[in-house]
């Protein structure tokens, strides 16, 4: 499995960003997906998680302004983000945790939010 996470970016505070992350894996559909995010002198916090049968779950922290989704099709978990705050601001890591348990990180992307 390699994980390729994209679409980070500078957005104003109250704006949007989707963040993208590839599966290379052959069993994309069997894995559980994650995004977390870790911010400067902060610990990484688990943001969003769909699990293979589509279940979501949120930090109650972005519960009603970030969305995960699943592409299975195309190997691609997204995150959509809107009315984004400052304290959104981290880097974005995508995660897998196989069907067997076995976990894997993608490469951050940096969300930067302005005031």
């Known amino acids: 499995v390699q994980l390729q996470a994209s679409g980070g970016g500078l957005v104003q505070a109250g704006g949007s960003l989707r963040l993208f992350c590839a599966d290379s894996?052959?069993?994309?559909?069997?894995?559980?997906m994650g995004w977390y995010r870790q911010a400067p002198g902060k610990k990484r916090e688990l943001v969003a998680s769909?699990?293979?049968?589509?279940?979501?779950d949120y930090a109650d922290s972005v519960k009603g302004r970030f969305t995960i989704s699943r592409d299975n099709a195309k190997n691609t978990v997204y995150l959509q983000m809107a009315n984004l705050k400052p304290d959104d601001a981290a880097v974005y890591y995508c995660?897998?945790?196989?069907?067997?348990?076995?976990?894997?990180w993608g490469q951050g992307t940096q969300v930067t939010v302005s005031s």
């Open positions: 995660a897998a945790t196989s069907r067997w348990g076995v976990p894997y």
């Open positions: 769909i699990s293979s049968g589509g279940v979501t």
């Open positions: 894996g052959s069993d994309f559909r069997g894995n559980a």
